[in-house]
């Protein structure tokens, strides 16, 4: 494990004394804590940590590093999960027409300012197949009718299981999907809707921004569930408009929004800096990272 | 006239020639046209303009600028007011429990930043008169209760009617009007909503926005109308907040919010910047004034 | 100690284990750990933390864990301090002509949105004392010219010494203080500047963004150091304006900036978010206070 | 002319009658007047003019509509130009080894959103050569040293001339261009500096950034002049930052507001929305287009 990041994620009822029981075993095993981040919610009495390490001082394997934290973690109902940066997730893009974030996406994943493997992008259209291509990405155009719908779903299930995707990116995919699939991959589905939620959820949201006269434009990121456009958010971003805004301007605008919006949305999840908590996403900031 | 600076605002169908025609106008009657102001409408061929002039140059009087305005007027369809600054406009505030938009607006007042007189407070509770005398405003404790809802309504309009108020602050004033009260005064009664309109309508924007989890919260101005928190917004802002933030730290960072969107919302109508189409407000930005 | 809030803020050189030992010291004692907040200066090697403790647990005096926590501290190179929350800080508030800092930080502490006492105002005008007035705060008209600096400099010194000032706050001061009289107060004064430093410093910042034709412009509050506009960055924030802006509209938009600069940054201090390494303030956000 | 979008740009002494002569001229021509955007400097009694036109109602040719105008301009002391939207300029970009700005100009002028034609890339190293070859673009590599400045620079004039070049973007092109290449091409050489001037002038802003402490950073796009990070500032934008942040990290987060900053300022200058006038650019903001 020498010269890894270790990153653990915790959550459990709060109670006294956890960030010393924490710090003092990973301090006992001979990490470095490079970073301890906690937040309490003194409303439903829960804790949370994101605790990450340097393993540079240990010659502990993961098997017994596990093994060891189970025996804190159990009394102390922790619900955890530890990540050791020693692979890069991979993960499937899925779009419709619309490329903007695909573009910014493939770009900050190629420059390194992502950390993940893009594996393949998958669409109901073959409109953004060239993009693909210039970045040397797999492009599989899967279209779908209302009938065709759950056999659509379940070719893209076979290809991204086959190809073990970690996260999947709803970077405008303009299809609804269901519960069934959606189920399948709990808080690794983050979709971006071009307004800020919950302003304007569902089909259309700049023409309704417009018609409302709103002054201000947004982006949500969020991961997916069953209800559309009502997940946990983890980023939200807006901008100022003015009456001269037409519904094609407001889009315009919005593309910048969007695009930020999902990068920082893709990073802190790649960067393993959220946990979910009910309908809410607890993302921590990073730290010196 | 000498020295004013007259302001038109003006609403018509959209024609060529309009902008020729309408400068051409006021050249001729010897104005200096300070800003000439233009929104065109495309989806709906409407046209608004905001002209200011000043009568430094002429001796003309307002009954006679007034009545040759009409003959170009009425073939083009204009809707359209003159102010010609030289009166105050009286403004009554109304209040509840909350003291921050009040204090916000009877020091801008005060400190000659909001170009009005303050004429008096009026409210629900008898909480905030410490803050009148203050600053040395009429406070007129009305309670109301559903039952005599109608009656104090009645009393207020009164009120507004013996002071020959002009516009009508609503600066978290927590009862809501009935729409006989409200269509005594189209487009001058202005609300406080703390929340980012469209979400969030009715009671408890924050504990609502806590339980979204959303990662920003805003606070919105808008002209009151019928339909509650559904009229023509007029100025929303927003600042970003994190899990952290509880229904409570939420209310503190939206005080702040609240204060400057009210602030130049009342600023922008004052100075007579906005023409309201629909349910939308065209709000023209200052031109150098 | 029971019910109390206490804050530690600890900085000292890098190592390993810091949070585990000052975490279970903490825990050790009886405390409940609300927050510990953490940040380490990998390019200086050195660690900062603010550790806020619920006492409701333990009956331990102010003295034994004050010489306990010495113990911990020595070998490790501590430099700390301790809040017990128990006494609000005593602030005066230095002013000249401009008022609209003053009305803020005024509202502010009468509403209990700032903890402290606002013990006096202290101006080289007597312009502002009609707002001292209304809220009833001692005013201390000191005027100064450049031949009775270090006279009046002196008397200055006098009241707040003898009012156990804890806190000085320059709101728009528009006097360079001695060095002499700054090294009594470090980092116990808090001036606001009125640009986003270090652009414009010095004399008049909203001329100069003028002429540069600056898109954007700024506040800036900071603790006053020898050296004039360099003391540590504790907040900016910065609005849009464009080319429209005269100098006199900058003042006016940069007003708004600058009250919620200045009392954020007064928040910050009161509430022992902030340390300061060299001429870096360290400001710690809340945590869910 | 059918069909087209004309654009005037106006700038000249203030002096009365002016919208109303100019938007006369216009209409008497059978133009419809799309939108006429005035500013007025009251400091320096300059008037300027931006108004867009549309030809459907009229048959005038440039050369005839151009001399008519003359006819206008002369006796107003008129500096003037027009574009009739008819062909899209033609642009260089010059980096060096950052690829974000690249990348993003590429993309959105592949798309469409950004109105020209990319015609080559010029660069002192060849490292970015396979982003141009992924959206064939010409690259040219044109190393530089101290010994080799104007001879490189005479080479890079050349390629620009000889492709009719319009407008040069200096992508974060990490040399100093000489006085005599830049005024070759003056209002016509876009720069992107990485901090929000004129805060952080010259080398290494970001490290500067993190010494001072500030609590934001930005980026200004400018138009490049003899004085380096000296020219008419076109656009800026900044983004909060904390004391975590490291140089490193600034570095990534103003990589996101250096795309924006420098896409916008390049959208303005191709959409004919900037006047300069000394040092300060008038930037007019979009109208409905």
Known sequence: ????????????????GLVSKITSFFFEKGFNILSCQQYVNAIEDTYFMRV????????????????S??????????????????????????????????????????????????????SNH?????????????????????ETKLQQEAEVLNLLEAHK??????????QILSPSFINHFPERIINIHHSFLPAFQGANPYKKAYERGVKL???????????????????????????????????????????LVLANAVKCHLNN???VAGNR???FPEAGE
Chains 1, 2, 3, 4 share one sequence.
């Open 1 to 16: 494990m020498k010269s890894q990041i270790v990153t653990f994620l915790i959550k459990c009822p709060d109670q006294k």
């Open 52 to 67: 990450r390490l340097n393993a540079d001082g240990t010659n502990i394997s993961k098997a017994v590093l596990e093994n």
């Open 69 to 122: 934290f189970l025996e804190l973690a159990e009394p102390l109902n922790f619900k955890w999960s530890v990540n050791y940066g020693d692979k890069k997730q991979q993960v499937a893009i899925m779009v419709s027409h619309t490329s903007h974030n695909l573009y910014d996406l493939l770009e900050r994943a190629k420059e390194g300012r992502l950390a993940c493997t893009i594996k393949m992008i998958i």
């Open 126 to 146: 073959d409109t953004l197949r060239p993009i693909a291509n210039m970045f040397d990405i797999p492009y599989y155009y899967l279209p779908v009718t209302r």
């Open 165 to 174: 995707v970690d996260l999947i990116i709803m970077a405008r995919y303009m």
């Open 217 to 259: 434009i947004g982006a949500t990121a969020h991961y997916a569930t069953e209800d559309l456009d009502e997940g946990p958010i983890i980023e939200q971003d807006v901008k100022p408009v003015t009456h001269e805004s037409t519904p094609s301007t407001l889009k315009r605008i919005g593309a910048d929004i969007e695009k």
């Open 273 to 275: 800096q959220i946990i």
């Open 281 to 283: 996403a607890i993302v």
